[in-house]
Protein backbone atom coordinates (compact mmCIF):
# COMPACT_ATOMS: atom_id res chain seq x y z
CA UNK A 1 0.00 0.00 0.00
CA UNK A 2 1.27 3.79 -0.47
CA UNK A 3 0.71 4.93 2.74
CA UNK A 4 1.93 8.48 3.60
CA UNK A 5 3.04 9.42 6.90
CA UNK A 6 -0.03 11.26 7.80
CA UNK A 7 -1.92 7.98 6.72
CA UNK A 8 -0.21 6.30 9.53
CA UNK A 9 -1.40 8.46 11.85
CA UNK A 10 1.87 10.89 12.22
CA UNK A 11 3.35 13.61 10.70
CA UNK A 12 6.55 14.03 8.18
CA UNK A 13 7.78 17.36 9.72
CA UNK A 14 9.39 18.02 5.79
CA UNK A 15 6.35 18.30 4.58
CA UNK A 16 5.43 20.86 7.03
CA UNK A 17 5.18 24.90 6.64
CA UNK A 18 6.59 24.92 10.00
CA UNK A 19 10.02 26.03 11.05
CA UNK A 20 11.89 24.53 14.06
CA UNK A 21 15.22 26.00 15.68
CA UNK A 22 18.08 24.47 13.36
CA UNK A 23 20.18 23.81 16.35
CA UNK A 24 17.81 20.71 17.48
CA UNK A 25 16.24 17.86 15.94
CA UNK A 26 12.89 18.51 14.14
CA UNK A 27 10.11 16.56 16.07
CA UNK A 28 8.64 13.54 14.67
CA UNK A 29 10.32 13.43 11.56
CA UNK A 30 8.58 10.03 10.71
CA UNK A 31 11.25 8.33 8.37
CA UNK A 32 14.63 9.05 10.73
CA UNK A 33 17.39 7.68 9.48
CA UNK A 34 17.44 4.93 11.75
CA UNK A 35 14.29 3.68 10.32
CA UNK A 36 16.01 1.65 7.67
CA UNK A 37 13.69 -0.65 5.66
CA UNK A 38 10.32 -2.57 5.84
CA UNK A 39 10.87 -6.05 4.02
CA UNK A 40 8.50 -6.28 0.99
CA UNK A 41 6.69 -8.96 2.48
CA UNK A 42 5.23 -6.03 4.16
CA UNK A 43 2.47 -5.88 1.31
CA UNK A 44 1.64 -9.43 2.09
CA UNK A 45 1.24 -8.76 5.81
CA UNK A 46 -0.65 -5.50 5.61
CA UNK A 47 -2.87 -7.08 2.93
CA UNK A 48 -4.07 -9.86 5.18
CA UNK A 49 -4.86 -7.66 7.98
CA UNK A 50 -8.78 -7.02 8.44
CA UNK A 51 -10.14 -3.95 8.86
CA UNK A 52 -12.23 -3.11 11.82
CA UNK A 53 -16.08 -3.51 11.73
CA UNK A 54 -16.53 0.36 12.96
CA UNK A 55 -18.59 2.61 11.45
CA UNK A 56 -17.00 5.28 9.55
CA UNK A 57 -18.38 8.81 9.61
CA UNK A 58 -16.63 11.58 7.10
CA UNK A 59 -16.08 15.43 7.55
CA UNK A 60 -14.63 17.65 5.08
CA UNK A 61 -14.25 21.62 5.43
CA UNK A 62 -14.45 22.21 1.61
CA UNK A 63 -17.59 20.10 1.21
CA UNK A 64 -21.10 21.65 0.87
CA UNK A 65 -22.98 22.03 4.05
CA UNK A 66 -25.18 19.18 2.95
CA UNK A 67 -23.67 16.33 3.30
CA UNK A 68 -24.93 13.12 5.42
CA UNK A 69 -21.46 12.32 6.51
CA UNK A 70 -20.43 9.29 3.51
CA UNK A 71 -17.24 9.67 2.31
CA UNK A 72 -18.62 10.66 -1.30
CA UNK A 73 -20.65 13.58 0.85
CA UNK A 74 -19.00 14.42 3.91
CA UNK A 75 -20.14 16.60 6.81
CA UNK A 76 -18.46 20.12 6.48
CA UNK A 77 -18.07 20.42 9.94
CA UNK A 78 -17.07 18.06 13.22
CA UNK A 79 -19.10 19.59 15.49
CA UNK A 80 -22.10 18.83 13.06
CA UNK A 81 -20.84 15.16 12.81
CA UNK A 82 -21.14 15.16 16.47
CA UNK A 83 -24.61 16.90 16.80
CA UNK A 84 -26.02 14.32 14.40
CA UNK A 85 -28.89 12.50 16.30
CA UNK A 86 -26.76 9.13 17.25
CA UNK A 87 -24.15 8.10 19.51
CA UNK A 88 -20.69 6.88 18.50
CA UNK A 89 -19.65 3.52 19.88
CA UNK A 90 -16.77 1.77 20.48
CA UNK A 91 -14.32 2.06 17.53
CA UNK A 92 -16.58 4.13 15.23
CA UNK A 93 -14.20 6.52 13.29
CA UNK A 94 -14.94 10.30 12.77
CA UNK A 95 -12.38 10.74 9.72
CA UNK A 96 -11.31 14.38 9.23
CA UNK A 97 -10.10 15.63 5.98
CA UNK A 98 -7.47 17.89 5.12
CA UNK A 99 -8.41 21.37 5.80
CA UNK A 100 -8.95 24.25 8.34
CA UNK A 101 -11.63 24.18 10.98
CA UNK A 102 -12.63 27.28 12.90
CA UNK A 103 -14.87 25.65 15.63
CA UNK A 104 -14.69 24.44 19.42
CA UNK A 105 -15.05 20.23 19.40
CA UNK A 106 -16.44 18.95 21.89
CA UNK A 107 -16.42 15.34 22.71
CA UNK A 108 -19.21 14.31 24.67
CA UNK A 109 -19.81 11.76 27.26
CA UNK A 110 -22.41 9.60 25.20
CA UNK A 111 -19.58 9.05 22.45
CA UNK A 112 -17.69 6.98 24.88
CA UNK A 113 -15.16 5.15 22.55
CA UNK A 114 -14.90 7.29 19.42
CA UNK A 115 -11.89 7.44 17.37
CA UNK A 116 -11.02 11.09 15.90
CA UNK A 117 -8.82 10.83 13.32
CA UNK A 118 -7.03 13.29 11.01
CA UNK A 119 -6.19 11.97 7.39
CA UNK A 120 -3.79 14.69 5.87
CA UNK A 121 -3.14 18.33 7.61
CA UNK A 122 -6.25 19.06 9.76
CA UNK A 123 -5.87 22.30 11.60
CA UNK A 124 -8.12 23.10 14.53
CA UNK A 125 -7.65 26.75 14.40
CA UNK A 126 -8.49 28.35 17.84
CA UNK A 127 -7.65 32.31 16.38
CA UNK A 128 -8.90 34.39 14.03
CA UNK A 129 -6.40 35.97 11.59
CA UNK A 130 -5.69 40.29 12.64
CA UNK A 131 -7.03 41.74 9.70
CA UNK A 132 -6.57 44.67 9.69
CA UNK A 133 -3.62 45.17 11.87
CA UNK A 134 -1.07 48.01 12.30
CA UNK A 135 2.57 47.46 13.20
CA UNK A 136 4.31 50.38 14.37
CA UNK A 137 7.43 51.45 16.08
CA UNK A 138 7.39 54.59 18.85
CA UNK A 139 9.61 56.92 18.69
CA UNK A 140 10.86 56.54 22.22
CA UNK A 141 14.62 55.30 22.36
CA UNK A 142 14.73 51.93 22.57
CA UNK A 143 11.48 51.24 22.38
CA UNK A 144 9.59 47.39 21.26
CA UNK A 145 8.03 47.34 18.22
CA UNK A 146 4.08 47.38 18.89
CA UNK A 147 0.91 45.75 17.16
CA UNK A 148 -2.30 47.37 17.18
CA UNK A 149 -4.81 44.91 16.56
CA UNK A 150 -8.06 46.14 15.41
CA UNK A 151 -11.56 44.14 16.34
CA UNK A 152 -10.58 42.48 19.83
CA UNK A 153 -13.16 42.16 21.79
CA UNK A 154 -13.02 42.67 25.76
CA UNK A 155 -12.93 39.06 26.53
CA UNK A 156 -9.82 38.35 24.36
CA UNK A 157 -7.05 36.73 26.36
CA UNK A 158 -4.49 36.35 23.39
CA UNK A 159 -2.77 37.79 20.92
CA UNK A 160 -0.36 35.26 18.97
CA UNK A 161 2.15 35.73 16.02
CA UNK A 162 3.09 33.21 13.79
CA UNK A 163 6.55 33.68 14.33
CA UNK A 164 6.38 31.78 17.57
CA UNK A 165 6.09 34.72 19.90
CA UNK A 166 2.66 34.49 21.88
CA UNK A 167 1.04 37.30 24.16
CA UNK A 168 -1.50 37.17 26.83
CA UNK A 169 -3.71 39.61 28.35
CA UNK A 170 -2.71 42.12 31.62
CA UNK A 171 -5.86 43.87 33.30
CA UNK A 172 -7.27 47.20 31.02
CA UNK A 173 -5.52 50.10 30.97
CA UNK A 174 -5.69 53.58 29.23
CA UNK A 175 -2.41 53.20 27.14
CA UNK A 176 -1.24 55.88 25.10
CA UNK A 177 1.57 55.75 22.50
CA UNK A 178 3.54 57.45 25.39
CA UNK A 179 2.89 54.73 28.02
CA UNK A 180 3.89 51.72 25.41
CA UNK A 181 7.79 51.81 27.03
CA UNK A 182 6.23 50.56 30.40
CA UNK A 183 3.86 47.77 28.58
CA UNK A 184 5.96 44.77 29.33
CA UNK A 185 7.44 42.55 26.91
CA UNK A 186 4.60 39.50 25.82
CA UNK A 187 1.88 41.48 27.14
CA UNK A 188 -1.51 43.47 25.62
CA UNK A 189 -3.92 46.28 27.17
CA UNK A 190 -7.31 46.37 25.59
CA UNK A 191 -8.31 50.63 25.00
CA UNK A 192 -11.58 50.54 26.99
CA UNK A 193 -14.29 51.62 25.11
CA UNK A 194 -12.82 50.42 21.44
CA UNK A 195 -12.23 47.16 19.65
CA UNK A 196 -8.60 47.90 19.86
CA UNK A 197 -5.51 46.63 22.28
CA UNK A 198 -1.74 47.69 21.95
CA UNK A 199 0.57 44.38 22.31
CA UNK A 200 4.10 44.53 22.70
CA UNK A 201 5.68 41.90 21.04
CA UNK A 202 9.05 42.76 21.55
CA UNK A 203 11.20 44.05 18.51
CA UNK A 204 11.82 40.71 17.43
CA UNK A 205 9.05 40.45 15.21
CA UNK A 206 8.59 40.75 11.59
CA UNK A 207 5.53 42.29 10.18
CA UNK A 208 5.67 39.53 7.44
CA UNK A 209 3.82 37.14 9.73
CA UNK A 210 0.29 36.91 10.15
CA UNK A 211 -1.21 37.63 13.60
CA UNK A 212 -4.14 36.07 15.04
CA UNK A 213 -6.79 36.78 17.79
CA UNK A 214 -7.46 33.23 19.94
CA UNK A 215 -11.12 33.16 20.04
CA UNK A 216 -11.93 29.80 20.74
CA UNK A 217 -10.81 26.28 22.91
CA UNK A 218 -10.90 24.16 19.77
CA UNK A 219 -10.71 20.83 21.75
CA UNK A 220 -12.30 19.30 24.72
CA UNK A 221 -13.11 15.22 25.62
CA UNK A 222 -15.39 14.87 27.78
CA UNK A 223 -16.08 11.07 26.74
CA UNK A 224 -13.73 8.02 28.29
CA UNK A 225 -12.25 5.47 26.16
CA UNK A 226 -11.52 8.22 23.12
CA UNK A 227 -8.88 8.55 20.88
CA UNK A 228 -7.79 11.82 19.15
CA UNK A 229 -5.24 11.12 16.61
CA UNK A 230 -3.14 13.39 14.30
CA UNK A 231 -4.47 16.82 14.14
CA UNK A 232 -3.10 20.66 14.49
CA UNK A 233 -4.20 22.31 17.18
CA UNK A 234 -3.39 25.97 17.77
CA UNK A 235 -3.79 29.49 18.27
CA UNK A 236 -6.32 28.12 20.92
CA UNK A 237 -7.60 31.13 23.94
CA UNK A 238 -7.14 28.23 26.46
CA UNK A 239 -5.66 24.90 26.79
CA UNK A 240 -5.09 23.63 23.25
CA UNK A 241 -6.48 19.77 24.05
CA UNK A 242 -8.37 19.30 27.54
CA UNK A 243 -9.76 15.84 28.90
CA UNK A 244 -11.77 16.77 31.67
CA UNK A 245 -15.92 16.33 32.54
CA UNK A 246 -15.99 18.20 35.80
CA UNK A 247 -16.07 16.20 38.69
CA UNK A 248 -16.96 12.48 36.72
CA UNK A 249 -13.71 10.68 36.26
CA UNK A 250 -12.79 9.72 32.28
CA UNK A 251 -10.67 6.42 31.88
CA UNK A 252 -8.80 5.01 28.61
CA UNK A 253 -8.47 8.45 26.85
CA UNK A 254 -5.74 8.20 24.10
CA UNK A 255 -4.46 11.33 22.51
CA UNK A 256 -1.56 10.52 19.82
CA UNK A 257 0.38 12.25 17.10
CA UNK A 258 -1.02 15.33 17.21
CA UNK A 259 0.60 19.46 16.73
CA UNK A 260 -0.60 21.58 19.40
CA UNK A 261 1.20 25.24 19.54
CA UNK A 262 -0.05 28.78 20.25
CA UNK A 263 -1.94 27.90 23.02
CA UNK A 264 -2.64 30.99 25.62
CA UNK A 265 -2.37 28.42 28.32
CA UNK A 266 -1.30 24.66 28.70
CA UNK A 267 -0.62 22.41 25.48
CA UNK A 268 -2.53 19.47 26.80
CA UNK A 269 -3.96 19.74 29.93
CA UNK A 270 -5.64 16.75 31.55
CA UNK A 271 -7.93 16.66 34.80
CA UNK A 272 -10.33 14.02 36.61
CA UNK A 273 -9.06 11.12 34.02
CA UNK A 274 -7.17 8.11 34.67
CA UNK A 275 -5.62 4.77 32.58
CA UNK A 276 -4.81 7.24 29.82
CA UNK A 277 -2.11 7.84 27.36
CA UNK A 278 -0.41 10.88 25.77
CA UNK A 279 1.87 9.51 23.30
CA UNK A 280 3.97 11.16 19.85
CA UNK A 281 3.10 14.35 20.52
CA UNK A 282 4.72 17.39 19.51
CA UNK A 283 3.60 20.50 21.69
CA UNK A 284 5.28 23.84 21.74
CA UNK A 285 5.28 27.60 22.16
CA UNK A 286 2.66 27.54 24.79
CA UNK A 287 2.13 29.85 27.05
CA UNK A 288 2.06 27.59 30.11
CA UNK A 289 2.98 24.56 30.17
CA UNK A 290 3.21 21.91 27.40
CA UNK A 291 1.95 19.01 28.79
CA UNK A 292 -0.05 19.24 32.40
CA UNK A 293 -1.41 16.93 34.54
CA UNK A 294 -3.20 17.97 37.31
CA UNK A 295 -2.41 15.73 40.68
CA UNK A 296 -6.37 15.20 41.93
CA UNK A 297 -8.03 12.83 39.53
CA UNK A 298 -5.36 11.81 37.38
CA UNK A 299 -3.62 8.50 37.66
CA UNK A 300 -2.09 5.50 35.54
CA UNK A 301 -1.42 7.78 32.50
CA UNK A 302 1.68 7.14 30.03
CA UNK A 303 3.45 10.14 28.65
CA UNK A 304 5.52 8.53 26.06
CA UNK A 305 7.34 10.00 23.11
CA UNK A 306 6.52 13.25 23.11
CA UNK A 307 8.42 16.31 21.88
CA UNK A 308 7.95 19.70 24.37
CA UNK A 309 9.79 22.67 23.49
CA UNK A 310 9.81 26.72 23.93
CA UNK A 311 6.53 26.70 26.13
CA UNK A 312 6.59 30.12 27.21
CA UNK A 313 5.32 31.56 30.78
CA UNK A 314 8.49 32.97 32.85
CA UNK A 315 9.80 30.63 35.16
CA UNK A 316 6.27 28.60 35.29
CA UNK A 317 6.38 27.25 31.70
CA UNK A 318 7.37 23.27 31.92
CA UNK A 319 7.60 20.84 29.52
CA UNK A 320 5.91 18.50 31.32
CA UNK A 321 3.98 19.15 34.33
CA UNK A 322 2.60 16.70 36.51
CA UNK A 323 0.82 18.12 39.63
CA UNK A 324 0.53 21.15 41.49
CA UNK A 325 1.40 22.79 45.15
CA UNK A 326 -2.07 22.23 46.61
CA UNK A 327 -0.22 19.97 48.50
CA UNK A 328 2.56 22.03 50.67
CA UNK A 329 0.55 22.55 53.56
CA UNK A 330 -0.08 18.90 54.07
CA UNK A 331 2.33 16.65 51.77
CA UNK A 332 0.56 13.54 53.26
CA UNK A 333 -2.59 14.27 50.77
CA UNK A 334 -0.63 13.96 47.69
CA UNK A 335 -2.28 12.03 45.20
CA UNK A 336 -0.78 8.92 43.99
CA UNK A 337 -0.16 9.27 40.53
CA UNK A 338 1.37 6.03 39.29
CA UNK A 339 2.07 7.25 36.06
CA UNK A 340 5.04 6.03 33.48
CA UNK A 341 7.11 9.01 31.87
CA UNK A 342 9.32 7.78 29.29
CA UNK A 343 11.01 8.39 26.07
CA UNK A 344 10.08 12.10 25.63
CA UNK A 345 12.07 15.22 24.71
CA UNK A 346 11.89 18.38 26.52
CA UNK A 347 14.17 21.69 26.45
CA UNK A 348 14.27 25.20 25.82
CA UNK A 349 10.64 25.43 28.25
CA UNK A 350 10.84 28.37 30.26
CA UNK A 351 11.28 26.59 33.47
CA UNK A 352 12.14 23.13 34.29
CA UNK A 353 11.93 20.59 31.44
CA UNK A 354 9.98 17.98 33.44
CA UNK A 355 8.52 19.04 37.04
CA UNK A 356 6.88 16.80 39.40
CA UNK A 357 4.77 18.15 42.78
CA UNK A 358 2.46 17.08 45.16
CA UNK A 359 2.13 13.09 43.23
CA UNK A 360 3.41 9.88 44.41
CA UNK A 361 4.77 6.91 42.51
CA UNK A 362 6.05 8.25 39.11
CA UNK A 363 8.51 6.51 37.02
CA UNK A 364 10.82 8.60 34.69
CA UNK A 365 12.69 6.30 32.37
CA UNK A 366 14.93 7.28 29.26
CA UNK A 367 13.76 10.97 28.93
CA UNK A 368 16.14 13.98 27.43
CA UNK A 369 15.85 17.45 29.24
CA UNK A 370 17.86 19.96 27.96
CA UNK A 371 18.70 23.52 27.72
CA UNK A 372 15.68 24.79 30.06
CA UNK A 373 15.38 27.80 32.12
CA UNK A 374 15.42 26.03 34.99
CA UNK A 375 16.32 22.44 36.40
CA UNK A 376 16.32 19.38 33.96
CA UNK A 377 14.20 17.62 36.64
CA UNK A 378 12.45 19.18 39.49
CA UNK A 379 10.96 17.48 42.39
CA UNK A 380 8.63 19.06 45.08
CA UNK A 381 6.17 17.17 47.44
CA UNK A 382 7.09 13.55 45.63
CA UNK A 383 7.24 10.44 46.84
CA UNK A 384 8.27 7.31 45.56
CA UNK A 385 9.74 8.24 42.40
CA UNK A 386 11.90 6.57 39.83
CA UNK A 387 14.61 7.88 37.37
CA UNK A 388 15.99 5.16 35.59
CA UNK A 389 18.35 6.19 32.28
CA UNK A 390 17.25 10.27 31.82
CA UNK A 391 19.80 12.73 31.07
CA UNK A 392 20.02 16.26 32.15
CA UNK A 393 22.04 18.56 29.80
CA UNK A 394 22.65 21.91 30.18
CA UNK A 395 20.20 23.14 31.90
CA UNK A 396 20.39 26.50 33.41
CA UNK A 397 20.17 25.43 37.33
CA UNK A 398 20.44 21.86 38.50
CA UNK A 399 20.19 18.39 35.98
CA UNK A 400 18.07 16.67 39.00
CA UNK A 401 16.43 18.61 41.79
CA UNK A 402 14.68 16.60 44.49
CA UNK A 403 13.60 19.25 47.58
CA UNK A 404 13.45 18.80 50.59
CA UNK A 405 9.65 17.76 50.84
CA UNK A 406 10.47 14.23 48.73
CA UNK A 407 11.31 11.31 50.14
CA UNK A 408 11.47 7.51 48.39
CA UNK A 409 13.44 8.43 44.92
CA UNK A 410 15.63 6.15 43.12
CA UNK A 411 18.09 7.30 40.60
CA UNK A 412 20.27 4.64 38.41
CA UNK A 413 21.35 4.69 34.98
CA UNK A 414 21.30 8.41 34.20
CA UNK A 415 23.50 10.92 32.94
CA UNK A 416 24.08 14.55 34.41
CA UNK A 417 26.29 16.74 32.37
CA UNK A 418 27.17 20.12 32.16
CA UNK A 419 24.15 21.66 34.16
CA UNK A 420 23.98 25.06 36.14
CA UNK A 421 24.39 27.13 33.20
CA UNK A 422 23.38 30.63 35.07
CA UNK A 423 26.15 32.59 35.26
CA UNK A 424 27.33 33.84 38.56
CA UNK A 425 25.41 31.16 40.30
CA UNK A 426 26.70 27.31 41.64
CA UNK A 427 23.95 24.93 40.80
CA UNK A 428 25.61 21.44 41.17
CA UNK A 429 24.16 18.25 38.24
CA UNK A 430 22.40 16.17 41.34
CA UNK A 431 21.03 18.29 44.20
CA UNK A 432 18.92 15.78 47.05
CA UNK A 433 17.45 18.19 50.08
CA UNK A 434 18.21 16.40 53.20
CA UNK A 435 15.22 15.18 54.27
CA UNK A 436 14.87 13.68 50.90
CA UNK A 437 17.72 11.89 51.09
CA UNK A 438 16.35 8.90 53.42
CA UNK A 439 15.29 5.74 51.56
CA UNK A 440 17.19 7.05 48.71
CA UNK A 441 18.70 4.82 45.82
CA UNK A 442 21.52 6.57 43.82
CA UNK A 443 24.24 4.27 41.80
CA UNK A 444 25.49 3.76 38.51
CA UNK A 445 25.08 7.43 37.47
CA UNK A 446 27.45 9.05 35.12
CA UNK A 447 28.05 12.62 36.48
CA UNK A 448 30.50 15.09 34.69
CA UNK A 449 31.07 19.09 35.21
CA UNK A 450 33.41 20.16 32.30
CA UNK A 451 36.14 23.09 33.39
CA UNK A 452 34.49 26.57 33.61
CA UNK A 453 36.38 30.19 33.06
CA UNK A 454 35.55 33.45 34.17
CA UNK A 455 33.23 34.08 36.88
CA UNK A 456 31.93 30.29 36.85
CA UNK A 457 35.63 28.79 37.49
CA UNK A 458 34.59 27.90 40.53
CA UNK A 459 31.72 26.39 39.72
CA UNK A 460 32.91 22.86 40.13
CA UNK A 461 30.07 21.07 42.02
CA UNK A 462 28.95 17.87 41.21
CA UNK A 463 26.29 16.79 43.22
CA UNK A 464 24.80 18.82 46.51
CA UNK A 465 23.54 17.11 49.61
CA UNK A 466 23.47 20.07 51.75
CA UNK A 467 20.57 21.01 50.25
CA UNK A 468 20.86 24.74 50.24
CA UNK A 469 18.68 25.73 46.80
CA UNK A 470 22.11 26.99 45.25
CA UNK A 471 22.20 30.35 44.10
CA UNK A 472 24.13 33.52 43.93
CA UNK A 473 23.32 34.23 47.55
CA UNK A 474 23.47 30.63 48.98
CA UNK A 475 26.28 28.48 48.06
CA UNK A 476 26.77 24.63 49.00
CA UNK A 477 30.49 24.72 51.25
CA UNK A 478 30.81 22.01 53.84
CA UNK A 479 32.82 19.74 51.98
CA UNK A 480 31.10 16.48 53.70
CA UNK A 481 27.81 17.17 51.44
CA UNK A 482 29.16 19.48 48.85
CA UNK A 483 30.97 17.02 46.15
CA UNK A 484 33.04 17.97 43.54
CA UNK A 485 34.15 14.62 42.48
CA UNK A 486 32.50 11.56 42.21
CA UNK A 487 34.93 9.84 44.33
CA UNK A 488 33.92 12.41 46.97
CA UNK A 489 30.13 11.31 46.82
CA UNK A 490 31.36 7.65 47.52
CA UNK A 491 33.42 8.78 50.45
CA UNK A 492 30.68 10.63 52.41
CA UNK A 493 27.67 8.69 51.45
CA UNK A 494 26.57 4.97 51.20
CA UNK A 495 25.54 6.04 47.41
CA UNK A 496 27.55 5.45 43.73
CA UNK A 497 29.50 2.72 44.71
CA UNK A 498 29.23 1.90 40.85
CA UNK A 499 28.66 5.53 39.77
CA UNK A 500 31.04 7.15 36.83
CA UNK A 501 32.46 10.66 36.15
CA UNK A 502 33.77 11.38 32.91
CA UNK A 503 32.30 12.53 29.43
CA UNK A 504 29.31 10.44 28.05
CA UNK A 505 31.22 12.02 24.21
CA UNK A 506 27.79 12.65 22.78
CA UNK A 507 27.50 12.81 19.13
CA UNK A 508 26.31 16.11 18.60
CA UNK A 509 25.07 17.21 22.55
CA UNK A 510 24.71 21.25 21.29
CA UNK A 511 22.17 20.02 18.67
CA UNK A 512 20.03 17.34 20.45
CA UNK A 513 22.47 14.09 19.08
CA UNK A 514 22.93 12.38 22.85
CA UNK A 515 23.86 9.00 21.01
CA UNK A 516 27.09 8.18 22.54
CA UNK A 517 30.64 7.16 20.68
CA UNK A 518 32.99 4.84 21.46
CA UNK A 519 35.02 6.48 23.75
CA UNK A 520 31.87 7.10 26.06
CA UNK A 521 32.15 6.35 29.68
CA UNK A 522 28.63 5.59 29.79
CA UNK A 523 29.19 2.15 27.44
CA UNK A 524 28.47 -1.10 29.05
CA UNK A 525 28.66 0.74 32.57
CA UNK A 526 24.49 0.28 33.83
CA UNK A 527 22.89 -1.82 36.53
CA UNK A 528 20.56 -3.98 34.24
CA UNK A 529 18.51 -4.74 37.14
CA UNK A 530 17.55 -1.38 38.72
CA UNK A 531 14.22 -1.03 39.21
CA UNK A 532 12.39 0.26 35.73
CA UNK A 533 15.03 -0.37 33.33
CA UNK A 534 14.31 -2.60 30.17
CA UNK A 535 16.16 -4.57 27.53
CA UNK A 536 15.94 -2.17 25.11
CA UNK A 537 17.10 1.49 24.87
CA UNK A 538 14.53 4.37 24.25
CA UNK A 539 14.85 4.02 20.15
CA UNK A 540 13.86 -0.11 20.83
CA UNK A 541 17.31 -0.92 20.56
CA UNK A 542 18.27 -4.07 22.02
CA UNK A 543 20.66 -4.01 24.68
CA UNK A 544 24.29 -5.85 23.70
CA UNK A 545 27.93 -5.89 24.18
CA UNK A 546 30.49 -3.52 22.61
CA UNK A 547 33.84 -5.80 22.55
CA UNK A 548 35.75 -2.30 22.89
CA UNK A 549 34.98 -1.96 26.46
CA UNK A 550 35.36 -4.38 29.39
CA UNK A 551 31.91 -4.88 31.02
CA UNK A 552 32.01 -2.91 34.00
CA UNK A 553 28.12 -2.99 35.01
CA UNK A 554 26.05 -4.80 37.45
CA UNK A 555 22.79 -7.21 37.20
CA UNK A 556 21.31 -10.02 34.75
CA UNK A 557 23.52 -7.82 31.60
CA UNK A 558 26.61 -6.69 33.08
CA UNK A 559 27.04 -4.33 29.64
CA UNK A 560 23.57 -2.58 29.36
CA UNK A 561 25.13 1.68 28.51
CA UNK A 562 23.98 4.09 31.29
CA UNK A 563 21.60 6.65 29.46
CA UNK A 564 19.08 6.46 27.53
CA UNK A 565 20.46 5.00 24.18
CA UNK A 566 22.75 2.32 23.57
CA UNK A 567 26.26 3.08 21.54
CA UNK A 568 25.42 1.26 18.28
CA UNK A 569 28.52 0.23 16.04
CA UNK A 570 26.50 0.11 12.83
CA UNK A 571 22.73 0.68 12.15
CA UNK A 572 20.90 -3.15 12.49
CA UNK A 573 18.26 -4.78 10.23
CA UNK A 574 14.61 -4.64 10.40
CA UNK A 575 12.53 -6.39 13.90
CA UNK A 576 10.04 -5.99 15.58
CA UNK A 577 7.47 -4.86 13.01
CA UNK A 578 4.17 -4.18 14.27
CA UNK A 579 1.06 -2.80 12.23
CA UNK A 580 -1.75 -1.07 14.14
CA UNK A 581 -4.75 -1.10 11.97
CA UNK A 582 -6.86 2.38 13.05
CA UNK A 583 -9.44 1.63 10.33
CA UNK A 584 -10.02 0.33 6.78
CA UNK A 585 -7.94 2.23 5.43
CA UNK A 586 -5.45 4.01 8.25
CA UNK A 587 -2.65 2.32 10.16
CA UNK A 588 0.44 2.78 12.44
CA UNK A 589 3.72 0.73 11.59
CA UNK A 590 6.24 0.48 13.83
CA UNK A 591 9.29 -0.68 14.09
CA UNK A 592 13.13 -1.48 15.46
CA UNK A 593 16.13 -1.89 14.25
CA UNK A 594 18.41 -3.57 17.61
CA UNK A 595 21.89 -2.95 17.06
CA UNK A 596 23.72 -6.16 17.45
CA UNK A 597 21.67 -7.45 13.94
CA UNK A 598 23.23 -7.55 10.90
CA UNK A 599 23.67 -3.92 8.96
CA UNK A 600 21.92 -3.61 6.25
CA UNK A 601 23.24 -1.84 3.24
CA UNK A 602 19.89 -0.45 1.41
CA UNK A 603 16.25 -0.01 2.32
CA UNK A 604 13.12 0.05 0.58
CA UNK A 605 9.92 0.85 1.17
CA UNK A 606 7.41 -0.76 -0.87
Not at 237 to 244: E, F, L, S, T, Y
Not at 307 to 328: Q, W, Y
Not at 352 to 381: K, M
Request: proline share 5%.
Amino acid sequence: PNLTAYEMGGFDMARSSHSFPTSHPRPRDIWSAYYLAVAISLCAAVASIPALAADTTYVDSANQCIGDGTWANPYCRIDTALAFPRDYGPNDVLAVKTGTYYEEVRIPARDSGLVLLARGTVILQGGELCNPCILSRPAAPNSPLILSAIYVSQDTVGIISDDLESTHAQDDGTPSIEDLPNLADGTFLRIPGQDTALVNFSSGISPDYPVYIAKRRPLKIQASNVVVRGFYVVNSRDDGIQVADDGVPLHGVRIENNIVHHSTNQGIDVRWSVNGTISGNTVYQNGDHGIYLVSVGVENYNILGNTSFMNLKPDVANGIRIGNENFKANPDTASVGNHVVANNVVYENQDSGVEIQGVHGVTLRSNRSYSNGDHGFDHLFARSITHIGNLAYRNNTDGISVEDSCSGISIQNCILVDNGQNTGDEDPELEVGQTAQYGAVIDHNLLWRPGRTGPDATDQVLVDFEGTNQGSSSYCTDTTKCFKTMAQFRLHTVHEDHGVEGDPVFTNGSAGDFTTQSSSKAIDAANSSATGWQATDARGYNRHDYAGKSNAGTGARAYDDIGPYEFDVAPGAIGNLNADVIWSADMDLSWTAPGDDAAVGTAQLY
